[in-house]
């Protein structure tokens, strides 16, 4: 049960590249959220979904895209990077919204914009 | 507007003592909240979770209060061990399943 897996852990990206971060659970979770997270703001959620071809907007969705084809998946794209989406991003799950059990988080991807 | 505060100062408290965090809250009227702890370089852990119409939960050394009067949360670890040494964090459910997260409290426990 290999839980939420984020891919790549690691990410430099120049100014205006466009790139994947990839989000994969393995427990059937209907919910999965992605939250950025600077220091000093905490987790800001940027776009989540509720289910297969439901996804909708967060704190922050400028500059992000996201899809929802399978349970599995919630991939975060981004369009043309900047340097203000330096940011380390979590991916998370729930089953329910988390109200019983609460969510399960990725390790992170650490993404830096030069 | 919409906030979640936690105190951004960091906790240092001496082993085998009680630490207690809290967490405010204004213009939510959230049906439950939850408390995360982080760790560096890696992705918050559920701990707790607290419904509207609890007052108190427990789960082995941990203890959290619920006041949706004044729109507040505490959360203890007694007995606390260096290991317990994290950064805590608070969230809840804002319209539209959408989990809101506080900035976090540190914790620092000091043999």
């Known amino acids: 049960n290999a839980g939420v897996t984020q891919t790549p852990k690691f990410q430099v990206l120049k100014t205006g590249q466009s790139m994947t971060l990839q989000c994969a659970q393995d427990?059937?979770?209907?919910?999965m959220s992605w939250y950025r997270q600077d220091p000093g703001m905490g987790l800001r959620l940027i776009h989540y979904?509720?289910?297969?071809?439901?996804?909708d907007q967060g704190e922050v969705p400028n500059g992000y895209n996201v899809s929802r084809s399978t349970t599995e998946d919630f991939p975060l794209r981004l369009l043309s990077a900047a340097p203000s989406q330096t940011s380390v991003y979590f991916c998370?799950?729930?089953?329910?919204?988390?109200?019983?059990?609460?969510?399960?988080f990725g390790s992170g991807t650490r993404l830096t914009v030069v | 507007s919409q906030k979640i505060e936690q105190n951004s100062e960091a906790l240092n408290i001496q082993e085998g003592k009680t630490a207690t965090l809290t967490c405010n809250y204004t213009?939510?009227?959230?049906?439950?909240l939850q408390w995360y702890r982080q760790d560096p370089g890696r992705g918050p852990v559920f701990l707790l979770l607290?419904?509207?119409?609890?007052k108190e939960k427990r789960k082995e050394r941990l203890k959290v209060t619920f006041d949706t009067t004044l729109k507040q949360s505490l959360f203890h670890i007694t007995a606390s061990q260096p290991a317990d040494s994290a950064t805590y964090l608070c969230?809840?459910?804002?319209?539209?399943?959408?989990?809101?997260f506080g900035g976090g409290t540190r914790v620092l426990v000091k043999p």
């Open positions: 998370a799950s729930s089953y329910g919204g988390g109200v019983s059990y609460g969510y399960t």
């Open positions: 213009n939510y009227s959230p049906a439950y």
């Open positions: 607290i419904r509207e119409n609890e």
């Open positions: 969230a809840l459910e804002a319209a539209g399943n959408k989990l809101t």
């Open positions: 427990m059937n979770h209907e919910y």
């Open positions: 979904s509720v289910g297969a071809g439901i996804t």
